[in-house]
């Protein structure tokens, strides 16, 4: 079965830190696409951060800029999303989602699986 899922999910004070995972079964990342992105209740789907099939990195939110970083652990199959310097505003449900075909998209029909999304909530 081909699937994603997250984990590390949960709840931290303004300025902390966590660190959400991504596991894929049935696929190799090494040779996909991969991406965070965030949605709030009531708003669409925010693009966070996108690692391609090369290794290039885009940013698709500034608000994540030089706080947040993505990566992938190809042994481990699993990417993840390093969130330093949270912020109330951070607060959402955090989704990964890969495509074995194409580089980075900002479109979130383009993509090819999703993960069933982790709840990260900033807040004192």
């Known amino acids: 079965q081909l699937r994603l899922e997250e984990s590390g999910g949960g709840w931290v004070q303004p300025g902390g830190s966590l660190r959400l995972s991504c596991a894929a079964s049935?696929?190799?990342?090494?040779?996909?696409?991969i991406a965070w992105f965030r949605q709030v209740p009531g708003k669409a789907r925010e693009g966070v951060l996108c690692?391609?099939?090369?290794?290039?990195?885009?940013t698709y939110s500034d608000s994540v800029e030089d706080r947040f970083t993505i990566s992938r652990d190809n042994a481990e199959n699993t990417a993840y999303l390093q969130m330093n310097s949270l912020q109330p505003e951070d607060t959402a449900i955090y989704y990964c989602?890969?495509?074995?075909?194409?580089?980075?998209?900002?479109?979130?029909?383009?993509?090819?699986?999703w993960g069933q999304g982790t709840q990260v909530t900033v807040s004192s």
């Open positions: 989602t890969a495509d074995r075909t194409f580089f980075c998209s900002i479109s979130t029909g383009a993509w090819e699986f």
């Open positions: 049935g696929f190799t990342l090494e040779t996909s696409s």
């Open positions: 690692i391609s099939k090369d290794g290039s990195i885009t």
